[in-house]
């Protein structure tokens, strides 16, 4: 499949995914979430995804260049991009049956930086940054951002992150708990491939019902994350790649998961 706004190639099981506007510092029209979305629904047997951004940015924002956000009423120009391109690609990659990765340089600002920490790992160089600017221009985060702040880095954190407007290091997301690493920026491309490398190398059906249990537990009282762990662990019993695991232990070696 060919794509205009990104880029989709495959390394081993790992589905690779480039926002691809260098020039634009990747900034996102509607039309690019739209192929991330198409793509992370053909991942032609992937077992991991690495979204990653071309050239010196992972993504500067949604792309209001365009006209797509204004018009004569912006609000609901704002609001239908939204409901119709941003979230359901958010929505999309929160319920993947694999794990993803998210490499981030430079910028990831806006919808940009829900795109990275929607991610299970998002591995930074240390020349990115995170950024919520909305009270700058008169808006509020979005792209899913006001639940997922809070559950990353606490009520207090997010809040200076978004009432003040101001950038994060990277330095100081991962001392927040907001990412998972931080490397040089030569190394951040083998980095988070070889993390997301590992991860397809794992039982892709448990880690699927890991992530969905994940997702959920925020969400539910104690009993019924008990429930639907047992319900899970039913399910994950049930694949090969348990019985591999299973097999593996007791003969002493390493597992060689297939993903089924």
Known sequence: ?????????????????????????????????????EALGDLGGARAVLIAGAGRAFCSGADVAGGALGGDNPGEATHAALTDHYNPTIAALFDLAVPVVSAVRG??????????LAADFCVASDTAYFLQAFVNIGLIPDGGATWMLPRLIGRARATEMMLLGERVPAAKALDWGMIHKVVADDALDAE??????????????????????LGRALESDYASALAAEADAQRQARGSADSHEGGIAFLEKRKPVFTGR
């Open 1 to 37: 499949m060919t794509y205009q706004h990104i880029l989709a190639e495959s390394h081993g099981d790992v589905r690779v995914l480039t926002l691809n506007r260098p020039d634009r510092l990747n900034a996102a029209p509607p039309a690019l979430f739209d192929e991330l979305r």
């Open 107 to 116: 910028p990831a600002a806006g919808i940009g930086c829900s795109l990275a």
């Open 192 to 213: 988070a491939l070889a993390l997301a490398t590992r991860l397809a190398a794992g039982p892709t059906r448990a880690i699927g019902l890991m992530r969905r249990a």
